[in-house]
């Protein structure tokens, strides 16, 4: 499949951007895209090599994760196709991205500024990750997108950037008292990852 670089997409009203994310989320469900299965992804990868995976993306090495990816079972592609776009920030081909978003679809994608179509690839836009949580509410999981991190872009980052979930993130949210509230006053909280 081949698409041309300066296709232009139009951007998508507030109606089918709520029919595009929700067919987001059912693509992601039916490929497993988990922290639970990732992390299955990077233990599989540490014992085929020294290192291991997910301990080198987090010092920001992404060859053992990408060896990882190389040893998928089939019906893991799906899953490996996201990870390596969506987490390790690398394009994928377009027709390998169009399968593993087959609700949600290439066009759709770019539409909600996920991907941009150049050739025969899909370049990613946005690091889209899931996150696991517990709350007084109990245990769940999201999907954050956020800005490329420098690993992606291989630059410094803009001034605009968007922070994705980080491990002072993650910090903070475990130290929060978690009980509910009538009103809630947010000043200079940064990005709304403590939000509900």
């Known amino acids: 499949m081949s698409t041309p670089a300066d296709r232009s997409v139009s951007a998508p009203g507030p109606a089918e951007d709520d029919d595009a994310v929700a067919a987001l989320a059912v693509d992601l469900r039916a490929a497993g895209y988990s922290v639970a299965a990732i992390e299955a992804l990077w233990e599989r990868g540490a014992a085929e090599s020294s290192t291991h995976p997910g301990a080198a993306l987090r010092r920001g090495h992404r060859v053992p994760a ?9 019906d893991e592609r799906d899953l490996a196709t996201l990870v390596r776009c969506f987490v390790l920030g690398m394009p994928v081909a ?3 991205l169009a399968v593993a978003l087959r609700t949600l ?4 994608a770019a539409g909600l500024g996920l991907v ?4 025969d690839r899909a370049v990613p836009l946005m690091d889209l990750r899931p996150y696991a949580f517990a709350d007084a509410a ?9 800005d490329p991190g420098e690993l992606a872009t291989g630059g410094p980052l803009p001034e605009e950037y968007v ?4 491990g002072a993130s993650m910090t903070l949210s475990g130290l929060l008292l978690q009980r509910p509230t009538a009103t809630t006053f947010d000043l200079g909280t940064g990005w709304g990852l403590l939000h509900e």
């Open 66 to 74: 990408l060896r990882a990816l190389d040893h998928v079972a089939p």
């Open 94 to 96: 377009s027709a390998d």
């Open 105 to 108: 679809g290439l066009d759709r």
């Open 116 to 119: 941009r179509i150049a050739d």
């Open 138 to 146: 109990g245990a769940g999981e999201w999907w954050i997108a956020s």
């Open 163 to 166: 922070l994705g979930v980080g």
